[in-house]
């Protein structure tokens, strides 16, 4: 599942791709990726002859602007995009291409169909779902250590159920929380109001650093988000404890264990991150 420094590459790519572009038309293979409007006919409509004048991110979305619009796109597990010739052949699990008027289209192909797009009028995404009640965004110069300390407080719930709570803090999914808590030698289920104050200073730090760090190496996804330009986060980044459970601890060499946290596999060192 594409994290933020993974969104953050495709959104970096698709700027590179597809700015300026104009669309002629829209053809929507599968109706449920698009949830807003309800129509997909309306959807292709009021997408024909705009122009994309960039991509930006917010937490694990992309903000698609057109002049006046807004398509707001989740890949959720696998989703991506790629950037075609008219002329190239379609590839199965194809669900939504936009066709510009300079013979080039951009293709979302979506194997597993989880994925979401939702159009809006220009300003709207933000007051609406999905992005309205999205927390803060962890490479912001707002997201502080003190702004980790007051989103932590009085918290009974583990750490690693709040870091990946979307509500609080944005883009961080179950592989960077993993290796941010080894980081920041935090046991992922300690209560999060528990935290000293220079463990969160830690995690703080760990959070920026690994999140900073993976877009530099251009997203540590284990498949690639994007396919316009081939090797789109293809590189595995050096990952410390996510996917190494049985493997001797980069710092300490003891054994990386893997449990279950609010449902979702979790990696840690059980010397370096002691409960
Ligand atoms: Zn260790």
């Given amino acids: 599942m594409p994290e933020l420094p993974e969104v953050e590459t495709v959104k970096n790519t698709l700027n590179l791709l597809i700015k300026d572009k104009i669309i002629d038309h829209v053809s929507v293979h599968l109706a449920r990726i698009i949830q807003r409007p309800d129509d997909i006919e309306e959807f292709s409509f009021l997408l024909a002859g705009h122009t994309i004048q960039g991509v930006e991110r917010r937490g694990k979305f992309l903000r698609i602007l057109l002049d006046g619009l807004v398509l707001v796109s989740h890949l959720r597990m696998e989703g991506r995009y790629g950037l075609f010739s008219s002329q190239d052949p379609v590839e199965k699990h194809t669900h939504v291409i936009f066709h510009f008027n300079d013979g080039t289209e951009l293709r979302y192909k ?137 493997k001797p601890c980069v710092k300490c060499s003891a054994l990386i264990e893997k449990t279950v946290v609010g449902g979702r596999g979790t990696h840690f060192c059980p010397k370096c991150q002691e409960i």
């Fill in 110 to 246: 979506d194997v597993r169909q989880f994925g979401t797009m939702h159009l809006f009028g220009a300003g709207e995404e933000l007051i609406n779902l999905p992005l309205s009640k999205l927390g803060i965004e962890p490479l912001d110069e707002s997201f502080t250590k003190e702004k980790l300390k007051m989103i932590l407080n009085g918290k009974k719930t583990k750490i690693k159920s709040v870091l990946l709570n979307q509500v609080y803090i944005v883009g961080i999914g179950n592989i960077y929380v993993d290796e941010s808590l080894f980081k920041a030698g935090i046991h992922p289920e300690l209560n999060a109001g528990s935290l000293e104050d220079k463990q969160i200073e830690k995690l703080h730090h760990a959070i920026v650093n690994t999140l900073s760090e993976s877009i530099e190496a251009g997203g540590s996804s284990i498949k690639s988000y994007v396919n316009g330009q081939g090797e789109m986060g293809m590189f595995q980044q050096q990952l410390q404890v996510y996917g190494r459970q049985g």
